[in-house]
Antibody, heavy 116, light 110 residues
Framework: EVQLVESGGGLVQPGGSLRLSCAAS????????MHWVRQAPGKGLVWVAC????????NYADSVKGRFTISRDNAKNTVFLQMNNLRGEDTAVYYC?????????WGQGTLVAVSS | QTVVTQESSFSVSPGGTVTLTCALS?????????PSWYQQTPGQSPRTLIY???IRSSGVPDRFSGSILGSKAALTITGAQADDESEYYC??????????FGGGTKVTVL
């Protein structure tokens, strides 16, 4: 059974950092595109970042470019999102998702709150 | 900056049919955008309904169908049921892994 479990969210001050993890089971992350998507409270879904199967393509939404980094640990079958210089507008539930073009799977999300 | 536009809300009667659309700010939506559709209820993760324009995800009832209508992607619910009352999001692929969500359509069944 395919499962994605996000962790690492929490309360952080503006300018701070957090590292989100997405632990995958039931499939191998090296075979799929993996994405991060976020949803601010009461708002819509926003695509954040992606990494492809051989890590040759990594891309980010303009709003996070230069501050967020997506990466992978193949041995742990886990995808990460390193978030630096966090701002209030980064407050959201962050979801990990597997490959949109082949019937995607989503995790349950992890909440990131940026506030002083 | 690419913007993807959806209707903000729709109301449909039980048993009725509703078509939601998904448009690009510049140009037409095509199969090369691999349109996908997601259903989300409050407090839940999104559920994949349709991917690659018109392929239903596993377990999705056949009252949900996807298509390209003119210059837009479309999601049609035929024979709406009470538990179809949700927020619906489209997603368009823009190349190099970059994807853009629409703002979502709130569907009310009454």
């Amino acid at each position: 059974e395919v499962q994605l479990v996000e962790s690492g969210g929490g309360l952080v001050q503006p300018g701070g950092s957090l590292r989100l993890s997405c632990a995958a089971s039931g499939f191998t992350v090296t075979n799929y595109w993996m994405h991060w998507v976020r949803q601010a409270p009461g708002k819509g879904l926003v695509w954040v970042a992606c990494i492809n199967s051989d890590e040759s393509t990594i891309n980010y939404a303009d709003s996070v470019k230069g501050r967020f980094t997506i990466s992978r640990d193949n041995a742990k079958n886990t995808v990460f999102l390193q978030m630096n210089n966090l701002r209030g507008e980064d407050t959201a539930v962050y979801y990990c998702a597997r490959e949109f073009n082949s019937g995607s799977y989503w995790g349950q999300g992890t909440l990131v709150a940026v506030s002083s | 900056q690419t913007v993807v536009t959806q209707e903000s809300s729709f109301s449909v009667s039980p048993g009725g049919t509703v078509t939601l659309t998904c448009a690009l700010s510049s140009g037409s939506v095509s199969t090369r955008n691999y349109p996908s559709w997601y259903q989300q209820t409050p407090g839940q993760s999104p559920r994949t309904l349709i991917y690659t324009t018109n392929i239903r995800s596993s377990g999705v009832p056949d009252r949900f169908s996807g298509s390209i209508l003119g210059s837009k992607a479309a999601l049609t619910i035929t024979g709406a049921q009470a538990d179809d009352e949700s927020e619906y999001y489209c997603l368009l692929y823009m190349g190099s892994g970059i994807s853009v969500f629409g703002g979502g359509t709130k569907v009310t069944v009454l």
